[in-house]
């Protein structure tokens, strides 16, 4: 899909929730929240009203958005429940084709940070690796709990910008 602005800010609640509801993986409810925000006067004014959304929540929002996303070469990539997004993103990364070696360092990374901070490690798979991912995952179970939880935020933005981009036609892509 390529929608421009204009047609995004037409679109009635049923069919904006339908369309975006999954920009932030399994939380329409934020998507739902924003369309009162329309209209948006451009791709930059909609991803801004989904981030101070996300911002104007209390920690534990935060850390519920969080918890929404699936592991990363989890429980639902292997049983094929995953989202039609995070699949593609996950594939992409290599998330689906792990070494034996890999795949249980993975599993037990993602335990052990689960463990630590009650929450996921979310990570933008598409601008990232599978080295670079094992290597976060690793780091990033040492760093404090408030820490963790706003650099989770700042991926969940990132992939909410690229799956957005996915269907919104961006003012840079208009004016080629
Ligand atoms: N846990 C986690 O990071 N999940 C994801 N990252 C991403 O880019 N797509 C996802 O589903």
């Known amino acids: 899909m390529n929608m421009d ?15 975006f509801g999954n920009v932030v993986e399994k939380c329409p409810i934020i998507t739902a929240a924003v369309w009162s925000r329309r209209p948006f006067v451009n791709f930059t004014a ?3 009203a989904i981030s101070e959304f ?3 929540l209390p920690e534990s929002g935060k850390e519920g958005i969080l918890r929404c996303h ?4 989890g429980r639902d990539l292997h049983g094929g429940t ?3 997004e995070s699949r593609e993103e996950q594939a992409g990364a290599g998330m689906d084709a792990l ?3 890999e795949a249980s360092n993975m599993a037990r ?7 630590r901070f009650g929450f996921p490690f979310v990570i933008c798979a598409r601008m990232t690796d599978k080295a670079n991912i094992l290597r976060q995952l690793s780091e990033r179970c040492r760093n404090e709990r408030a820490v963790e939880r706003a650099r989770g935020i700042e991926e969940v933005k990132k992939i909410c910008r690229l799956r957005l981009q996915a269907l919104v036609v961006s003012e840079a892509s208009n004016k080629l």
């Open 99 to 101: 070494n034996s070696v």
């Open 82 to 84: 995953l989202t039609r």
């Open 5 to 19: 602005i204009a047609a995004v800010n037409a679109l009635p609640y049923e069919d904006f929730v339908n369309i």
């Open 46 to 48: 909609l991803e801004a």
């Open 54 to 56: 996300i911002d104007e």
């Open 109 to 115: 990374l993602n335990e052990e940070y689960k463990e």
């Open 70 to 73: 699936p592991d990363l070469a």
